[in-house]
T-cell receptor
Framework: EVQLVESGGGLAQPGKSLRLSCVASGFTYDDFAMHWVRQVPGKGLEWVSGISWHSKDIAYADSVKGRFTISRDNPNNSLYLQMNNLRPEDTALYFCSKGGGWLPLFYFHFFGQGVQVTVSS | DIQMTQSPSSLSASVGDRVTITCRASQGISSYLAWFQQKPGKAPKSLIY???RLQTGVPTRFSGSGSGTDFTLTISSLQPEDVATYYC?????????FGGGTKVEIK
């Protein structure tokens, strides 16, 4: 059974940083791209960033480019999102997502339950 | 960026009704279209990828069709457990983008 468990969220002031983590199980982690997708409560879904199985292909939404960094640790089945220079508009529920293939230009196959990030002074 | 426009934004139908949701891309995306179901307070769930390929375990009352810019998700016989918001997503090019969602309720 595929499981994705996110952690690291919380309350941060504007301009500060947070690091999200996601631990995967139930599938061969290094065979798949991984993503972060976020959702403001009551609103739609927004893709944030994706990373290929070997970390050589990485993409970001323009809204986070230059501020967020995605990375993965395949031996430990982990995905990370380093979020710097946070803004109030980054407030959302952040989902870790397993991609449908090796590369990030693909659909989302499975989502974790999400971790809340709130940016406020 | 490719904009994905869903319609309607919400609908109310009776149990057993056939329900159709449309998704239009601002430019051609071939068949690189997926559909997701999100129930209140839950994570999204993948239903369909490649326009019409059902994920394992998804009931066969769900189907997808289309190509290019116009796509549809059809629920052939609406069930109470289908109450949810449905999203389309294109994966033809970055940034990956979603439609705004269609909220499905039971009349």
């Amino acid at each position: 059974e595929v499981q994705l468990v996110e952690s690291g969220g919380g309350l941060a002031q504007p301009g500060k940083s947070l690091r999200l983590s996601c631990v995967a199980s139930g599938f061969t982690y290094d065979d798949f791209a991984m993503h972060w997708v976020r959702q403001v409560p009551g609103k739609g879904l927004e893709w944030v960033s994706g990373i290929s199985w070997h970390s050589k292909d990485i993409a970001y939404a323009d809204s986070v480019k230059g501020r967020f960094t995605i990375s993965r640790d395949n031996p430990n089945n982990s995905l990370y999102l380093q979020m710097n220079n946070l803004r109030p508009e980054d407030t959302a529920l952040y989902f870790c997502s397993k991609g449908g293939g090796w590369l990030p230009l693909f659909y989302f196959h499975f989502f974790g339950q999400g971790v809340q990030v709130t940016v406020s002074s | 960026d490719i904009q994905m426009t869903q319609s309607p934004s919400s609908l109310s139908a009776s149990v057993g009704d056939r329900v159709t949701i449309t998704c239009r891309a601002s430019q051609g995306i071939s068949s690189y279209l997926a559909w997701f179901q999100q129930k209140p307070g839950k994570a999204p769930k993948s239903l369909i990828y490649g326009t019409s390929r059902l994920q394992t375990g998804v009931p066969t009352r769900f189907s997808g069709s289309g190509s290019g810019t116009d796509f549809t998700l059809t629920i052939s016989s609406l069930q109470p457990e289908d109450v949810a918001t449905y999203y389309c997503q294109q994966y033809n090019s970055f940034p990956l983008t979603f439609g705004g969602g269609t909220k499905v309720e039971i009349k």
